[in-house]
């Protein structure tokens, strides 16, 4: 019996066919996300989450910063952005006392133009903007150490505000468990000591990757748990306001309020909606990204093995169906590979400032407790460096099915960098 299937591979499709297996396919909620007006957002703005408002927070005198993602994260801030500001204006703020931040973290520098579709044109013109720079003492200030003896630099201007709004979007996070909450600060405003030291976290378990550290995941999660620390160090009184997005892009959902309770409310809504239950592990896993732009480069569509690994076996199979036609996605990412052991991988990140080597190590990993072949347009070579075998779409279905044969358990989704499977709880992997 054929199972075939059509996954998104950059701007076309790969058809797989699973004959044999025993598939479940994996994809986005039927249900259409209706997209939230600029109405719903000023009322969320004006009933947080265990906070008491904007409104008495911030006055006349009160300065404000606003941190908003750069354009490498999609969070909808050209809709909620200007919303944002026009209800600060209303608590009293003057525009002189606003400041927006775009919180790069390691991110590359934003261009004028990217600036305005981040926030809008009217927005740009009205209010100082400006980039943060991770890397100029100049710009930052120490604010304190973590238990974990990570020292934290924040952005200056931002430590110096008396209110910090922190912006962004909430989804699965690869190491962090979810994005948004506290990443708006950290990383997002914090120096590059700071940034590089919290994702070496990662690396922190006994015998490699911290297991905690995994999509949907913020118990015992050392990198959530040391950003969120880090974050209440900032100094001045923090407001979250958090988009959710759906895989066009548009803003279905916000919440707003106390850093860690709003956060917290997003998490279980983003969960409940992208995130699937699964009875028990499966021997196979196909997956895409979801095509462009989530599969361009290679530190993008790793993002979907991530999310399912969980879901597959020890010593089980993933196949990564990704066009990636710009490579690794950044240079550093090779220097990494040579690496063969955590100790040493962490002993040149600490001597180094070279970006990506969770990214790096976490692929790694993955060759080595799956076999893990990748369907692309990268070199061989390249794909190799890592642990990984690459094959074409038709000699990828003929590995699993000479390896695990008629009757194996497959999951596929071409939605896998938005899409998380969990296991129910008290089933075995």
Not at 192 to 198: G, M, P, S, V
Not at 392 to 412: L, Q, T, Y
């Amino acid at each position: 019996m054929s199972e075939k299937h059509r996954l998104p591979y950059g701007a076309g499709q790969a058809e797989i066919d699973l004959g044999g297996a025993v598939v479940t396919e994996v994809s986005l909620p039927l249900s259409p996300c209706a997209p939230l007006c600029a109405g719903a957002i000023d009322g969320t703005l004006r009933n947080p989450v265990a906070s008491l408002g904007l409104k008495n927070l911030a006055g006349p005198d009160t300065r404000v910063v606003i941190s908003v993602p750069d354009s490498t994260r999609i969070s909808g801030s050209a809709t909620y952005v200007p919303v944002l500001v026009e209800h600060l204006a209303e608590c009293g703020v003057r525009d002189g006392n606003m400041t927006i931040i775009f919180a790069l973290g390691l991110h590359r520098p934003l261009g004028e133009m990217e600036k305005i579709r981040q926030i809008g044109s009217d927005v740009f013109e009205r209010i100082v903007c400006y980039n943060h720079n991770p890397s100029n003492p100049e710009d930052l200030v120490r604010v304190g150490e973590t238990r974990r003896g990570i020292p934290v630099e924040i952005n200056r201007h931002a430590a110096e505000a008396d209110v910090l709004v922190t912006t962004g979007a909430i989804g699965f996070h690869f190491q962090a468990g979810f994005s948004g909450g506290p990443k708006g600060i950290i990383p997002g405003l914090a120096g590059e000591e700071t940034i590089r030291r919290n994702h070496l976290l990662a690396l922190s378990g006994s015998e490699g990757w911290k297991f905690e550290c995994r999509p949907g995941n913020i118990e015992g999660n050392p990198v959530f748990e040391d950003l969120l620390e880090a974050a209440h160090m900032a100094g001045p009184d923090i407001f979250l306001a958090n988009s959710m997005m759906d895989p066009s892009g548009g803003l279905f959902d916000f919440v707003a309020g106390d850093l860690v309770k709003a956060h917290e409310i997003g998490r279980e809504r983003y969960r409940r909606r992208f995130g699937v239950t699964v009875p028990a592990c499966f021997d196979v896993a196909v997956v895409s990204p979801g095509g462009r732009p989530k599969d361009l480069n290679l530190i993008q569509a790793h993002k979907a093995v991530a999310h399912f690994m969980g879901a597959v076996r020890e010593g089980g199979t993933i196949v990564l169906i990704a066009e990636c036609p710009e490579g690794y996605g950044h240079p550093d990412l090779g220097h990494w590979f040579k690496f063969k052991t955590r100790e040493a991988l962490v002993e040149e990140a600490h001597r180094c400032k070279m970006k990506y080597p969770q990214t790096a190590f976490m692929l790694m990993e993955e060759a080595k407790r799956f076999d893990l072949v990748v369907c692309t347009d990268m070199e061989k070579e390249s794909v190799e460096a890592f642990g990984a075998r690459k094959m074409g779409v038709d000699e990828a279905m003929e590995f699993v099915r000479a390896k695990h044969g008629k009757g194996c358990s497959a999951i596929v989704s071409g939605a896998a960098s938005m899409v998380v499977p969990f296991l129910e709880t008290g089933s075995k992997s």
